[in-house]
């Protein structure tokens, strides 16, 4: 599929929507995250980033490989507003690994993209077992019109244990989703907030044709460390007040790293 964006080196900014109805730590109303979704992809937008990605990091703890009817709605209606509001490129994440769903809210609200884990082979998350998705996820998305919609995946993902597959290589992981008919690969590092290797990148580099997008870990501090390997970059931490994922957008932290990337 072409490129989404007008520039190399595309910086995605984050949004963890609040927690949504139905989970744990839930205690707004959709039209209350509605308001916080569509304020900071305003503040993205102003600030410079080429595209954004809503996720549902707050409902923890995460089920496993699908969620309920409530969460899509929800995301539905969020990503509705927030497409419409920053005119970006927008994608979706549903944890853990809801790639059917994903996939339907971005269709549903005309987003660009969906980034899922679990694409191909399988690993220990702290939900539990995650299976490829690729066969069931393709299918889907041609059975319901989303061709348009690119599937990103996570390759060796953070947060989760990858013994079961120690003797495929990440770059072998790279190459494998490539056949499996991925858009593009996402390279993290052990945990959010922790960088990949520069030698991570450059082994899925070397082993893909496809854009290869890092996704985590990502500061004004190495952003240039990266920039001769990566095609881009999905930065949710050090956009945050304090660097803390679950704070809010700080729009000076943006524009820092927006800067630092030009240099």
């Given at each position: 599929m072409p490129s989404l964006f007008s520039r190399s080196k595309a910086v995605i900014g984050v949004?963890?929507?609040?927690?949504?109805?139905?989970?744990?730590?839930?205690?707004?109303?959709?039209?209350?995250?509605?308001?916080?979704?569509?304020?900071?992809?305003?503040?993205?937008?102003?600030?410079?980033?080429?595209g954004v990605i809503i996720e549902n990091m707050h409902d923890v703890p995460y089920l496993r490989g699908e969620v309920g009817p409530e969460i899509v709605a929800a995301m539905t209606t969020i990503a509705v507003e927030v497409k419409h509001e920053c005119g970006l490129p927008v994608g979706v994440q549903i944890l853990a690994g809801a790639n059917i769903e994903a996939m339907a809210v971005a269709h549903a609200a005309g987003l660009d993209f969906i980034r899922a884990e679990g694409y191909a082979y399988a690993h220990v998350a702290?939900?539990?077992?995650?299976?490829?998705?690729?066969?069931?996820?393709?299918?889907?998305?041609?059975?319901?019109?989303?061709?348009?919609?690119?599937?990103?995946?996570?390759?060796k993902k953070k947060h989760a244990a990858h013994a079961i597959t120690a003797d495929v290589s990440l770059g072998e992981t790279a190459e494998t989703v490539e056949f499996m008919g991925a858009d593009c690969v996402i390279v993290t590092g052990s945990a959010t907030g922790k960088p990949p290797t520069n030698a991570d990148v450059r082994e899925a580099k070397s082993h893909c044709r496809l854009p290869v997008f890092l996704g985590s870990g990502i500061t004004e501090a190495n952003i240039r460390e990266?920039?001769?390997?990566?095609?881009?970059?999905?930065?949710?931490?050090?956009?945050?007040?304090?660097?803390?994922?679950?704070?809010?957008?700080?729009?000076?932290?943006?524009?820092?790293?927006?800067?630092?990337?030009?240099?």
């Open positions: 949004i963890h929507v609040g927690a949504l109805p139905g989970t744990p730590r839930s205690s707004q109303t959709v039209a209350e995250l509605v308001t916080s979704a569509t304020t900071e992809a305003r503040i993205y937008r102003e600030s410079g980033v080429d702290d939900e539990g077992f995650i299976q490829s998705s690729a066969a069931k996820l393709l299918r889907y998305r041609k059975m319901i019109g989303a061709t348009n919609v690119q599937v990103w995946t996570d390759v990266f920039h001769d390997h990566a095609d881009g970059f999905i930065i949710g931490s050090a956009f945050k007040i304090d660097g803390l994922w679950s704070n809010t957008i700080d729009p000076a932290r943006v524009g820092r790293v927006i800067a630092a990337l030009k240099i």
